[in-house]
């Protein structure tokens, strides 16, 4: 018990995996891969993974910290939200409550993970009543727009997300109705900045496919590029206005990109510690008579 605890959701992106698995694998106690048996996502769509990815899975698994869930995720009956989340409770429960569990998207880079699960360790006493205590731990993601030929968009200001809790009763996707702590973590959400076809695939078939204008977000995705950027704002495929404007870094690839973050934008990123603390302590208030 009391374990660091990490499941991805496997389904037409699974390539990003062998970015965002080296990232977190050192501190991870246990890497739960979970995959529809009958290859299909929320939407019904089918997907198809390589035997190569498997390849990959038992060559850099040199601690053996992966195991593979299979099982029927798809419900016709129900919608692509509700198949997410039921999902995410699925697989939480091979996780194991009494453990931090963390769960993430293979479009998901975390870029200080060793910084989080110290944190989480110094919450430890959060793992013992997990149900009379529920709390979920929020950093922050930093969203990849759109790849160029020289480099990744990216929205200039972080946003609060929530990937670990030590009781998964979702409601809807990652969230449930516990207590949020706010940790200045960043992850490098790769979110949009993916080639068109594929973007279009998960714009179609994730939880969210009902409440997105497809033809409208696209048409503006397209327009964007390295020299009109900076007339533009109001990026976000929901409500445009949550992702005011766009900033730019060099990469041509994953590597590239962690290198020049590290470097160059990490630190302008983090919340300030007075943020951090006035969210902390209204989340105190707002549940200290639950």
């Not at 694998?25 to 939407?43: H, M």
């Not at 997990?130 to 709390?135: G, I, L, R």
């Not at 973007?199 to 009902?210: C, S």
């Amino acid at each position: 018990m009391k374990k660091i605890q990490v499941g991805f959701l496997v389904s037409y992106d699974y390539e990003m995996l062998k970015n965002s698995i080296p990232l977190i694998y050192e501190e991870a106690d246990t890497i739960f891969l979970a995959i529809d048996k009958n290859r299909k996502t929320w939407n019904g769509a089918p997907i198809a993974i390589s035997p190569d990815f498997y390849e990959w899975i038992e060559n850099f698994d040199t601690k053996g910290k992966i195991t593979i869930y299979e099982d029927d995720f798809y419900v016709p009956e129900l919608s692509t939200m509700e198949c997410e989340v039921r999902e995410r409770k699925m697989m939480a429960e091979k996780m194991g409550i009494g453990n931090w569990i963390i769960q993430l998207d293979a479009d998901e880079y975390f870029i200080n993970f060793k910084r989080f699960v110290d944190f989480l360790k110094s919450k430890n006493h959060y793992l013992d009543h997990p149900e009379k205590n529920k709390v979920l731990i929020q950093p922050f993601h930093v969203n990849l727009y759109k790849k160029t030929e020289n480099g990744y968009f990216y929205v200039n200001e972080a946003t609060k997300t929530v990937v670990a809790t030590n009781y998964p009763d979702y409601k809807v996707g990652r969230k449930t109705k516990g207590k949020v702590i706010y940790f200045n973590a960043l992850i490098l959400h790769e979110c949009l900045a993916r080639d068109r076809e594929k973007l279009i695939q998960k714009l179609t078939n994730w939880g969210h496919n009902e409440e997105v204008d497809l033809d409208g977000f696209m048409k503006k995705w397209d327009s964007v590029n390295e020299t009109n950027y900076k007339e533009m704002e109001n990026f976000f495929f929901l409500e445009p206005e949550k992702w005011k404007y766009l900033d730019f870094i060099e990469g041509k690839n994953s590597t590239e990109l962690f290198e020049n973050f590290r470097a160059e934008k990490e630190k302008g990123l983090y919340k300030s510690n007075v943020f951090i603390f006035k969210k902390n302590l209204g989340q105190f208030f707002k549940h200290l008579f639950k």
